[in-house]
T-cell receptor, first 113, second 116 residues
Framework: NAGVTQTPKFRVLKTGQSMTLLCAQDMNHEYMYWYRQDPGMGLRLIHYSVGEGTTAKGEVPDGYNVSRLKKQNFLLGLESAAPSQTSVYFC????????????FGNGTRLTVT | AQKVTQAQTEISVVEKEDVTLDCVYE???????LFWYKQPPSGELVFLIRRNSFDEQNEISGRYSWNFQKSTSSFNFTITASQVVDSAVYFCALSDLNNAGNMLTFGGGTRLMVKP
C-alpha cells in the first residue's frame, strides 16, 4: 500500500528554471495539499485541492501553480525558480471527513542556486 | 483565523526523563480538531493523535499522553521515560470548521533531542 508518493525526492535547480513536482495517492482521498517546510516556520500551505479539477490558494501561493486533472494526482509547478523557493516540499491527502488526519508523502528537497 | 503556537523550539533531555511539549492554539470556532505529528530524522511526517474539541478526555498510549484543556486552549504532549528513538521534531496542528479546504494549520514545531 503506497499511500502518498512524491517524485522526485531531490532536485537542484538554477534560478529561472522550471520544474514540476508530482504527488500521487492511492487512498481515493478527496483533498490534497502542498506544503513547504522551512527551518523554524513549520509547515506552510502553498495550494490545495478539494476535488478533481479544483484548486485553491493557501498561505504562500506566490511563485507556484498547481493542477489536479485526476483525483489521485496533484502537481506542483515552479515556472521560474528563485532561491527563496529552496525548501522541503510535502504533499498530503486526506479523506473528506473534517476530523480525518493528513497522510504525507516523504517530501522533496529542492535547492535553487 | 486559526493559529498554533509551539513556544519551545528545542528541548534536550537525558534518556528516561519525562518531557512535555507545549501547544497553544487559537480559533474562533467551537468545533475544531487538534493533531500531533512526529518527524523523525529520516524526514517523514507521522500522524500520532487526533482530538476533537468536544472530547476533553486526556489520552494515554503507552509512554505517550496528551492533555487537552479548552480553558487554556492548550493540547500538550508528554513523553514518559523518554528514549533516544523519541528524538524528532514534533508538530501540533489545528483544523477548524471555518475552513473550506479542511486545511491544517501547523505550529512551528519542537525539536526534541533525547541523549543516552
Amino acid at each position: 500500500n503506497a499511500g502518498v508518493t512524491q517524485t522526485p525526492k531531490f532536485r537542484v535547480l538554477k534560478t529561472g528554471q522550471s520544474m514540476t513536482l508530482l504527488c500521487a495517492q492511492d487512498m481515493n482521498h478527496e483533498y490534497m495539499y502542498w506544503y513547504r517546510q522551512d527551518p523554524g516556520m513549520g509547515l506552510r500551505l502553498i495550494h490545495y485541492s478539494v476535488g478533481e479539477g479544483t484548486t485553491a490558494k493557501g498561505e504562500v501561493p506566490d511563485g507556484y501553480n498547481v493542477s489536479r486533472l485526476k483525483k489521485q494526482n496533484f502537481l506542483l509547478g515552479l515556472e521560474s525558480a528563485a532561491p527563496s523557493q529552496t525548501s522541503v516540499y510535502f504533499c498530503a491527502s486526506r479523506a473528506a471527513m473534517k476530523n480525518s488526519p493528513l497522510h504525507f508523502g516523504n517530501g522533496t528537497r529542492l535547492t535553487v542556486t | 483565523a486559526q493559529k498554533v503556537t509551539q513556544a519551545q523550539t528545542e528541548i534536550s533531555v537525558v534518556e528516561k526523563e519525562d518531557v512535555t511539549l507545549d501547544c497553544v492554539y487559537e480559533t474562533r470556532d467551537t468545533t475544531y480538531y487538534l493533531f500531533w505529528y512526529k518527524q523523525p530524522p529520516s524526514g517523514e511526517l507521522v500522524f500520532l493523535i487526533r482530538r476533537n474539541s468536544f472530547d476533553e478526555q486526556n489520552e494515554i498510549s503507552g509512554r505517550y499522553s496528551w492533555n487537552f484543556q479548552k480553558s487554556t486552549s492548550s493540547f500538550n504532549f508528554t513523553i514518559t521515560a523518554s528514549q533516544v528513538v523519541d528524538s524528532a521534531v514534533y508538530f501540533c496542528a489545528l483544523s477548524d470548521l471555518n475552513n473550506a479546504g479542511n486545511m491544517l494549520t501547523f505550529g512551528g514545531g519542537t525539536r526534541l533531542m533525547v541523549k543516552p
